[in-house]
């Protein structure tokens, strides 16, 4: 009797033992498969927007939602863009220096035929070669004047947002050379006439949370989430600029309440996608296109000089990667990163491929983001 308990005994504690390595290996299976899921991926892009107008580098302006991603992600402070914007988004697309595309001059102008080369292939193209769902909530700024160039022939599935640089925040218009005002808001459909009143700020954040709930979470998402804050005309509901009417200069009082509401869009955003379900497969980047315009509120402190100087003040961008796919939290990273690098390490991070481009200037910096390894960048082309 004794010895059928023992024998019973040592079969329960056998099945025990393999049951809980199966567990185990369950438990290791759907971490491997989580792993191996391609991550949905969000570049969030705010426009002239200061290196000292983010909390966490010392803002007399409050910016808790992007200085919680920031601090639960990793904050890139070698991190360098154009000194204006058509070069800086252009670069994002191609991976490749804006001498590549002739586009380093200026923007382009709103009545200017210009825009980024057809036979260019964007990162867009590439996310969506992988099978991803790709969107677009926001400033383009690369060229509409012919067909071929609107976003949605570049690689987008669908698009909300100005195809211009400087427009007005409620009323949605552009100022062209003959002095008039025309409305540039519009989806793959053609003009938005609907949306005149709406502060842009809202209106995009909106429009974006729309693409995540409708969104299929079987495909992974890439969204570009383009603001045009807080690119002037400076423009703000008062009651955002309210908490800083301490501050004497009027520009720069507004321009306080500018990046409130961005701060606060990119928190309804990001709650968005963990309502959704998506957050913690998802990897965010933060970007600004170039430095603050110091003459319309912005402040690069303690840098010189601001938009459209070749100082640092008008290079050395606001740059952070956070979200739940991210492997490391509260790292301050201080290699060399170019934004024509997020080309290669994105596509990389979606499990695509680079074949069919051109060659590339951008490097793939996700070891370096990921595990802090020394960038493979030792120089950057400025112009």
């Known amino acids: 009797m004794m010895k059928l308990s023992l024998t019973l005994l040592v079969a329960v504690w056998l099945s025990a033992v393999s049951g809980n390595d199966n567990n185990k290996n ?23 927007y200061g290196f000292n107008d983010i909390g966490y580098h010392g803002s007399q302006i409050a910016t808790p939602n992007l200085d919680k991603l920031a601090s639960d992600g990793v904050k890139l402070e070698n991190y360098y863009v154009q000194p204006i914007c058509t070069p800086t988004r252009s670069q994002l697309m191609t991976g490749r220096y804006q001498i590549r595309t002739g586009l380093q001059h200026d923007v382009i102008h709103a009545e200017q035929p210009n825009g980024l080369p057809l036979d260019e292939t964007t990162m867009v193209e590439k996310m969506k070669e992988a099978g991803y769902a790709t969107h677009l909530v926001g400033k383009w700024h690369l060229g509409y004047y012919r067909e071929e160039y609107l976003p949605w022939n ?40 609907s949306e005149e009143g709406h502060y842009s700020g809202h209106l995009f954040t909106e429009k974006a949370i729309d693409v995540v709930q409708a969104h299929d979470p079987r495909k992974p998402l890439f969204l570009y989430l383009a603001y045009q804050s807080v690119h002037g ?4 509901p008062e009651k955002y600029e309210r908490p800083y009417r301490h501050i004497q200069n009027q520009h720069r009082r507004i321009y306080a309440g500018m990046v409130a509401v961005l701060d606060e869009a990119v ?45 640092e003040g008008g290079c050395h961008g606001i740059g952070f990667v956070s979200g739940g796919r991210l492997p490391v939290s509260g790292v301050v990273n201080r290699e ?37 390894t020394p960038s493979k960048r030792t120089v950057l082309l400025h112009n």
């Open 267 to 311: 928190g309804n955003f990001t709650q968005a996608l963990k309502d959704k379900g998506l957050w913690e497969d998802t990897i965010l980047v933060f970007s600004t296109d170039n430095g603050g315009q110091v003459f319309t509120g912005g402040n690069n402190f303690p840098l010189r000089g601001w938009k459209h100087t070749l100082w």
């Open 336 to 372: 060399l990163i170019h934004v024509s690098d997020w080309f290669p390490t994105l596509v990389g991070l979606a499990q695509g491929s680079l074949n069919g481009t051109k060659p590339l200037d951008g490097v793939d910096q996700w070891d370096t983001i990921s595990r802090g």
């Open 154 to 193: 570049r690689g987008f599935d669908s698009y909300f947002g100005y195809l211009n640089g400087m427009e007005t925040y409620y009323a949605h218009k552009q100022n062209f050379s003959d002095g008039n005002w025309y409305l540039d808001l519009r989806d793959q459909n053609g003009p938005v006439h």
């Open 233 to 236: 005309p400076l423009q703000v």
């Open 26 to 48: 369950n438990n290791n299976n759907n971490n491997n498969n989580n792993n191996n899921r391609k991550p949905n991926i969000i570049f969030v892009l705010a426009d002239d």
